[in-house]
């Protein structure tokens, strides 16, 4: 790591990327912290607060895909600088919202920003460092994750506490003037791989349409609209594949995921570690100030255990992912994941605080094996030209992850505490058999993914690349 950091333009590349990616995991995370403030504010039911983390995560999700094609023919530093604009300018308006629907349509801003963010950052620092190092690089961009993870709760409860929720969103735009100041003056270099082939403009409409209905409706489920959206959404997926086989330069090469079965298993494995486990620091945030009436900032410290854990462990795992295949360190942590969600699936009002921390610290170690060689294992199986895509598809099924984690409280929330009920109006009891329920499911979901994860195959041998 120390040869690469002798390299000013590697030296420059990963210092921006990792600011990038320290702000955009600061974001989501401190933004859990001050739901509960928001809602006292803005006056909005449980339901409300859960989709101005949903919105932000949809929004981000549909776009990335067709963006990341986009930064495959037209190159990647111009749709990084543009997204670091956006994503700044979103989280001022963010801070200035007047109300529960302006704060909602701005976080949508955000995640257009996001998706523009997410399809390039990875895509970079793969093309520019070298496949023997590439563990390594990947280990300390997703520690910049987990540390933004990390600050998210505690400094954002913090400041949360003493100066308000808006003062998250201020404190994003520094961060976000410094990486665009960086970025102009030092990321020259651009990466364009696939400069001769068009984009499908067509294929991208009718992929984005597919997924808004399918995401949606997840949400809107168990009323017959969800049902219908979620029928609709697979209908109009399924010609998305067809069409996608037929066009001569696909968004999206479907023969990638007949032909190279690292690269489906990883992201299948991504697709339900994240549904299993995002939802997590929303609930337990809720869960510490509104069951066990914790301050902001208390709240954010025990949340920052999980990340802090995470922080540490990456490195090493990215680091055992270039000697060590990944299928087996992944899918070591999808199993420690699997336990603590299983311990927490018995939570009640007197659980011990000390078992959650201690749950906590063990799901950041569960993560960090986890994400990185996960990482790893999708962009070492692909070709050059498809570094773009890849790295939008992994972080799409990621993103999606998300939203079908949220789906799921969403859902679990509107049969038992309906759409208007707050949790401090009465509704204890029922919050409380919500978390339950979501454990249980995320632990499920979590065991499966063990099997998809040791089913990606080899990367070090080289037969899966694309």
């Not at 704060?103 to 963010?117: K, V």
């Not at 204890?428 to 979901?445: D, H, R, V």
Request: charged letters at 10%; aromatic letters at 12%; hydrophobic letters at 50%.
């Amino acid at each position: 790591m120390l040869e690469i950091l002798k390299d000013k333009s590697n030296r420059n590349l990963i210092i921006i990327t990792t600011l990038s990616s320290f702000m955009t995991a600061f974001m989501g995370s401190s933004i859990n912290v001050a739901l509960p403030m928001i809602g006292r504010e803005f006056n909005t039911s449980t339901m409300l607060l859960s989709w101005l983390a949903t919105a932000y995560i949809m929004t981000t999700a549909v776009l990335l895909i067709p963006i990341g094609r986009m930064t495959d023919i037209l190159g990647r530093t111009k749709f990084f600088k543009s997204g670091i604009i956006v994503f700044t300018i979103g989280s001022f308006l963010c801070g200035i919202a007047g109300n529960a629907t302006s704060l909602l349509i701005f976080r949508l801003l955000q995640g257009i920003g996001a998706s523009l963010i997410f399809s390039t950052a990875t895509s970079i620092l793969v093309s520019a460092i070298p496949p023997q190092k590439r563990g390594q690089v990947l280990g300390i961009n997703i520690t910049s994750v987990y540390t933004g993870l990390l600050l998210g709760p505690t400094l954002g409860g913090v400041i949360s506490e003493k100066l308000g929720w808006r003062y998250i969103f201020y404190f994003n735009i520094i961060i976000g003037v410094i990486i665009v100041v960086i970025s102009f003056l030092k990321l020259k270099q651009d990466w364009i791989e696939a400069k001769n082939e068009k984009f499908d403009f067509i294929g991208s409409i009718i992929f984005m349409i597919a997924l808004v209905l399918l995401m949606l409706g997840f949400t809107f489920v168990p009323s017959i609209t969800g049902f219908a959206m979620i029928l609709g959404g697979t209908i109009i997926f399924f010609s998305f594949v067809l069409i996608e086989k037929r066009t001569t330069h696909p968004v999206v090469n479907i023969n990638i995921f007949k032909t190279n079965k690292t690269f489906t298993f990883s992201n299948l494995a991504a697709l339900i570690n994240y549904s299993a486990t995002f939802a997590i620091g929303f609930l337990m945030s809720l869960y510490l100030q509104n069951i066990k009436n914790f301050t902001p900032s208390k709240t954010g410290l025990i949340l920052a255990v999980q990340p802090l854990f995470m922080a540490l462990f990456s490195p090493f795992a990215g680091k055992l992912s270039d000697k060590i295949e990944p299928q087996k360190i992944a899918s070591a942590g999808m199993g420690l994941i699997t336990i603590i969600l299983i311990v927490l699936g018995f939570i009640n009002q007197d659980f011990n605080i000390y078992f959650i921390i201690t749950g906590l610290g063990i799901l950041g170690i569960g993560f960090a094996l986890f994400s990185s060689p996960n990482t790893n294992a999708v962009m070492s199986s692909v070709e050059k030209k498809y570094y773009g895509i890849a790295s939008s598809i992994l972080s799409s099924v990621r993103l999606c992850g998300q939203m079908f984690s949220m789906g799921f409280v969403i859902v679990i929330f509107s049969l038992l505490l309906g759409s208007k009920q707050q949790i401090s109006g009465g509704g204890e009891g029922n919050f409380i058999l919500s978390i339950k329920i979501a454990f249980w499911i995320f632990a499920f979901l979590c065991f499966i993914g063990i099997f998809a994860s040791l089913a990606r195959g080899k990367i070090h041998t080289g037969e899966e690349e694309y």
